[in-house]
């Protein structure tokens, strides 16, 4: 009798920001991002030159925490996901922990993208959703076998979901996604009129 084993899974992990404490305020996270977002001359000024549609807070600012006190919320919230996710993902860490390396704001206005990649020098990457328009572009997540898959066939639309070449991640507003930082994803084109907003961070293990 013949037997198929799924081998080498790629973990996905899905949760409301406020399962832990601190409670985060969706709408206050919001509007701290506009305001930090108005007053980032720097910010604009590096999309600016880098042809980055929207704005991000990525090359500007790396002490959110530290300037506004929500985000030291979002972050005492995040470290108690990140260490769900490593538990689930059974990694050793021996004597050593996996702590936060950079947080950042994303604003995507319509008609933006942010084109595949992945986040080197870390372990877990992710994302929370602070806004979230009607209409608006999922996370795409990349099969990492795709260059190595040369000559296979496509699948068929009724496809499992763990046999796709990609996943579509829907979130909703106040959701939290990780995934391990190797994993190559992307913004598909925002095809909403009003803006998509969210914070991503980087977590390196030390």
């Known amino acids: 009798m ?8 790629t973990r996905l992990y899905s949760a409301p920001l406020p399962a832990f ?7 206050e996270l919001e509007q701290n991002c506009y305001a930090i977002a108005e007053d980032d001359e ?8 880098q042809g980055y549609p929207g704005y991000t807070s990525y090359a500007s600012l790396n002490d959110l925490p530290w300037r506004f006190p929500i985000f030291k919320d979002v972050v005492a919230a995040l470290d108690q996901h990140v260490a ?13 922990t996996l ?13 933006g993208i942010h084109t595949g990649h992945i986040h080197p020098h870390s372990v877990i990457s992710g994302t929370t959703y602070v806004a979230m328009p009607e209409g608006t572009s999922a996370l795409k997540l990349e099969d990492p076998r795709l260059p190595m898959m040369m000559a296979s066939p496509g699948r068929t639309e009724d496809a499992p979901e763990d046999l ?4 579509y991640a829907k979130p909703n507003v106040g959701d939290v996604l990780l995934w391990e930082s190797w994993l190559r994803h992307e913004v598909p ?4 009129e009003d803006e998509r907003v969210s914070v991503s961070f980087n977590y390196r293990w030390e």
Do not use: Q, Y
């Open 2 to 9: 013949s037997r198929i084993t799924s081998l080498f899974a």
């Open 21 to 27: 404490d601190p409670k985060i305020d969706p709408t």
């Open 42 to 49: 720097a910010g604009h000024d590096w999309c600016e030159e």
């Open 84 to 96: 769900a996710f490593a538990k689930d993902l059974a990694f050793d860490l021996g004597d050593k």
């Open 99 to 111: 702590v936060l390396d950079s947080i950042w704001i994303n604003i995507l206005p319509e008609g």
């Open 164 to 167: 796709k070449a990609f996943h």
């Open 189 to 192: 084109m925002n095809m909403a």
